[in-house]
């Protein structure tokens, strides 16, 4: 059974950063991509990072280019997001996912099979 387990959300002040972290288990992690997401009240899931199985590559929202930095550590089982800058429109929902390493579908919600229960970011102004 896989699973993954976000921690590290909270409540920080604009221009403050956080580090989430998710924990998999019950799949080989070093053999798939991973990716966050986030779901603000009111909207539709959306692409945050994305990683490839190897760590080589890493993709990005244009929305958090710059500010946010997404990592693995395949020895841990464990990926990361980083998040610099925060502005009170990061305010959201984050959620970890693993998926196949897919060429071109790696910010895409159907790509990913397993998903995190969330972890709740907010950001004051």
């Known amino acids: 059974q896989v699973q993954l387990v976000e921690s590290g959300g909270g409540l920080v002040q604009a221009g403050g950063s956080l580090r989430l972290s998710c924990a998999a288990s019950?799949?080989?992690?070093?053999?798939?991509?991973m990716g966050w997401f986030r779901q603000a009240p009111g909207k539709e899931r959306e692409f945050v990072a994305a990683?490839?199985?190897?760590?080589?590559?890493?993709f990005y929202a244009d929305s958090v280019k710059g500010r946010f930095t997404i990592s693995r550590d395949n020895a841990k089982n464990t990926v990361y997001l980083r998040m610099n800058s925060l502005k009170p429109e990061d305010t959201a929902v984050y959620y970890c996912?693993?998926?196949?390493?897919?060429?071109?579908?790696?910010?895409?919600?159907?790509?990913?099979?397993?998903w995190g229960q969330g972890t709740q970011v907010t950001v004051s102004s």
């Open positions: 019950g799949r080989t992690f070093s053999s798939y991509a």
């Open positions: 996912a693993t998926g196949p390493q897919r060429v071109g579908a790696l910010a895409a919600t159907s790509n990913f099979d397993y």
């Open positions: 990683i490839t199985w190897s760590g080589y590559s890493t």
